[in-house]
Nanobody, 116 residues
Framework: QVQLVESGGGLVQPGGSLRLSCAAS????????MSWYRQAPGKERELVAY????????NYADSVKGRFTISRDNVKNTVYLQMNNLEPEDTAVYLC?????????WGQGTQVTVSS
């Protein structure tokens, strides 16, 4: 059974940091590129960060460049999103995505709220 389980969300003040994790199981993790998306109320889902399955560059939305870092641990089958200097505009549900030519999988999401 394929599972992507996100964790690490919560309430943080502006300027704070959070680290999201996405634990994957039920598929060959190293065969999939991994991404983090986010969706705020009333807005479309947007790609936040992308990391390929092996060699290649990471990519980020312009709005998070220099503040967010995506990484993966192919031993633990986990992808991370380190988020620094958070802004109220970063408030959203953050979703983990696994993608390859075989299939695309989504997690359920974790809520991130940036507020004072």
């Amino acid at each position: 059974q394929v599972q992507l389980v996100e964790s690490g969300g919560g309430l943080v003040q502006p300027g704070g940091s959070l680290r999201l994790s996405c634990a994957a199981s039920g598929f060959t993790f190293t065969a999939y590129a991994m991404s983090w998306y986010r969706q705020a109320p009333g807005k479309e889902r947007e790609l936040v960060a992308y990391i390929p399955n092996h060699v290649g560059s990471t990519n980020y939305a312009d709005s998070v460049k220099g503040r967010f870092t995506i990484s993966r641990d192919n031993v633990k089958n986990t992808v991370y999103l380190q988020m620094n200097n958070l802004e109220p505009e970063d408030t959203a549900v953050y979703l983990c995505n696994a993608n390859s030519w075989r299939a695309t999988y989504w997690g359920q999401g974790t809520q991130v709220t940036v507020s004072s």
